[in-house]
């Protein structure tokens, strides 16, 4: 069946640092491959989202490239921020079934 | 407003109560989801109703019972619960247009269940 496996957090890092986290997937198909952000008590909410091999999403100066080759979509940010503190969940869409498969998360701390 | 109100945001339960989550959403969506976040764990998809009808259960236990009177609101009704159950159930609803790409999911807050 289908899965996504992201990196293991909680990431830490300071104001203004680069940030990557990983996200591979595992699905037939062309899958269509999303970043939610959850932040402190809220729900999840679209992040970014790309629908095809060499696709780049990005959105809030986050961004993630759709690699068919390596089966992966991590997510970059060439600076972050003390309010991008969340947790970042992967997921992916295969064809007209509307529900996602989501990774497990990963918590993002960022210190001033 | 967030669009999908769920109520209530936290909820103690013994497990022999009944109990239930509600979910509303205002944003004219006809699919409705119901998802649970457990620590560390992917999000686990429970229910999908699409125009009120239920089109994906993914194996969830009878002790969970979904019900959804229109394409608005969204019930998961609770009974004799296990202390495993403990987690934050999220509701969310996306337009029905045929794919998930353009049909993004917009969640609620979710609630917090605690089984003691």
Not at chain 1, 39 to 66: M, R, V
Request: aromatic fraction near 10%.
């Amino acid at each position: 069946g289908d899965s996504v496996t992201q990196m293991e957090g909680p990431v830490t890092l300071s104001e203004e640092a680069f940030l990557t986290i990983n996200c591979t997937y595992t699905a037939t198909g062309y899958p269509s491959l999303f970043w939610y952000v959850q932040y402190p008590g809220e729900g999840l909410q679209l992040l970014l989202k790309a629908t095809k091999a060499d696709d780049k999403g990005s959105n809030k100066g986050f961004e993630a490239t759709y690699r068919k080759e390596t089966t992966s979509f991590h997510l970059e940010k060439g600076s972050v921020q003390v309010s991008d503190s969340a947790v970042y969940f992967c997921a992916l869409s295969r064809g007209g079934r509307r529900a996602l498969t989501f990774g497990s998360g990963t918590r993002l701390q960022v210190q001033p | 407003e967030t669009g999908v109100t769920q109520t209530p945001r936290h909820l103690v339960m013994g497990m022999t109560n009944k109990k239930s989550l509600k979910c509303e959403q205002h944003l004219g969506h006809n699919a409705m989801y119901w998802y649970k976040q457990s620590a560390k764990k992917p999000l686990e998809l429970m229910f999908v109703y699409n125009f009120k009808e239920q089109t994906e259960n993914n194996s969830v236990p009878s002790r969970f019972s979904p019900e959804c009177p229109n394409s608005s609101h969204l019930f998961l009704h609770l009974h004799t619960l296990q202390p495993e159950d403990s987690a934050l159930y999220l509701c969310a609803s996306s337009q029905d247009t045929g794919g998930g790409t353009d049909s993004p999911l917009h969640f609620g807050n979710g609630t917090r269940l605690t089984v003691t």
